[in-house]
């Protein structure tokens, strides 16, 4: 068993018969109270946050799991298809578990996979991806004395906002978390 001070942020909790999987972890002390965790969570099956204080030195099940890099294959259907570069074994993972990161993915890259025992239970697409912009509109000449933004079509189907100086053809570098435009590639 382990208690509250073992635990951090991405640690894997079992949590009233559920994986939950920490998201913000912060050690209070309120005046001449005595100390506290606060912690919100999300479940891994259902997707609720919850928050939760833990007192000092509580008893947590911390739930052991192995991380897996995984290559991007294809879709097929609700299911999204990933390879084992080691052992070329496929696993179908929800594609909810990979949130709108999804829409950025395309085949070859790398996903991080989350394994309880043989189970999938979490799935994360890669920070940062480059992608070749397919459509965009042409900026307007002069618009510039402010961050202007513009709608552009990239090679996934994602559609994001970015500068007014990217045309089609371009690379750029999106952060898949926050769905902005990081910056221009150079090849």
Do not use: W
């Not at 997707?47 to 294809?74: A, C, D, H, P």
């Not at 496929?90 to 395309?106: N, R």
């Not at 618009?143 to 994602?158: I, M, S, V």
């Amino acid at each position: 068993m382990a208690n509250t001070g073992d635990i951090s942020v991405g640690s894997v909790i079992r949590y009233n018969g559920d994986l939950v999987v920490i998201t913000e972890y912060i050690h209070r002390t309120p005046g001449n109270l005595r100390a506290f965790y606060q912690a919100k969570m999300r479940n891994l099956k259902t997707g609720k946050q919850t928050e939760y204080r833990f007192r000092s030195g509580e008893e947590v099940t911390l739930v052991r799991v192995e991380y897996k890099m995984m290559q991007y294959i294809y879709m097929e259907g609700e299911y999204v298809v990933l390879m084992d570069n080691a052992t070329f074994e496929q696993v179908h993972v929800p594609s909810i578990m990979l949130g709108d990161g999804i829409e950025f993915l395309k085949e070859g890259m790398e996903v991080k996979v989350t394994f309880e025992e043989d189970d999938a239970i979490l799935a994360e697409p890669p920070t940062f991806v480059e992608l070749l912009v397919d459509y965009a509109e042409p900026g307007v000449k002069g618009d510039t004395a402010t961050n202007t933004l513009k709608p552009c079509k990239l090679e996934t189907g994602a559609e994001i906002m970015v500068p007014l100086f990217i045309s089609e053809g371009e690379l750029i570098k999106i952060d898949t978390r926050t769905r902005q435009y990081v910056e221009r590639v150079k090849k």
